[in-house]
Antibody, heavy 120, light 110 residues
Framework: QLQLQESGPGLVKPSETLSLNCVVL??????????WGWIRQPPGKGLEWIAT???????YYNPSLKSRVTISQDTSKSQFSLRLNSVTVADTAVYYC????????????WGQGTLVTVSS | QSALTQPASVSGSPGQSITISCTGS?????????VSWNQQHPGKAPKLIIYDVYKRPSGVSDRFSGSKSGNTASLTISGLQTEDEADYYCSSFTSSVTLVFGGGTKLTVL
């Protein structure tokens, strides 16, 4: 059973860069589990897909965030990361990492989420 | 990309059946059989309950079923139970090789 664990600062200042890491336990970033992604949920609001990465390194981004987002991976450490530049208060949210399975079309396993607050 | 359209709320009594709709376009819901549904209880991470329109992951109750007609997908929950009270989100693959969620539906079991 795959487990995912997000980590990163809980507080980021406006205009700075949000950086989060997701460690994969019980599996690895490989052809067996090729697609991984990030999703966020502002307080009291709905889910928003941010980005997906494949084990081959192919990346896919939400057009509304593409100019500010980078998703990357370190297969040797079974972890993947998110960077979001130039954050504002609107980026305050619970950030989830997820496994998107073999074809990357659904969110099969979720991390428990980590709250990131953007505030000075 | 525009979010898929879901009703903000639905309600039902224990034992009843309810259906939640998820409307998109031919570029997402209508164009691919890659619609999924996630259940989220308050303060918890979402959980996948339906994928590829109608398939259930191992361990998910067969009271949950999915379907699609044209640009609208549906989630039906039969034999409502109090533990089904949660938020439900649909998602779909899109022609832009992206993923998009619905706005979410709050299910209240009266």
């Amino acid at each position: 059973q795959l487990q995912l664990q997000e980590s990163g600062p809980g507080l980021v200042k406006p205009s700075e860069t949000l950086s989060l890491n997701c460690v994969v336990l019980g599996g690895s970033i490989s052809s067996a589990h090729p697609y991984w992604g990030w999703i966020r949920q502002p307080p009291g609001k709905g889910l928003e897909w941010i980005a997906t990465i494949s084990y081959r390194g192919n990346t896919y981004y939400n057009p509304s965030l593409k100019s500010r987002v980078t998703i990357s991976q370190d297969t040797s450490k079974s972890q993947f990361s998110l960077r979001l530049n130039s954050v504002t208060v609107a980026d305050t949210a619970v950030y989830y990492c997820a496994n998107l399975g073999v074809i990357g079309r659904d969110f099969q396993e979720w991390g428990q989420g980590t709250l990131v607050t953007v505030s000075s | 990309q525009s979010a898929l359209t879901q009703p903000a709320s639905v309600s039902g009594s224990p034992g009843q059946s309810i259906t939640i709709s998820c409307t998109g376009s031919s570029s997402d819901v209508g164009g691919y059989d890659y619609v999924s549904w996630n259940q989220q209880h308050p303060g918890k991470a979402p959980k996948l309950i339906i994928y590829d329109v109608y398939k259930r992951p191992s361990g998910v109750s067969d009271r949950f079923s999915g379907s699609k007609s044209g640009n609208t997908a549906s989630l039906t929950i039969s034999g409502l139970q109090t533990e089904d009270e949660a938020d439900y989100y649909c998602s779909s693959f899109t022609s832009s090789v992206t993923l998009v969620f619905g706005g979410g539906t709050k299910l209240t079991v009266l």
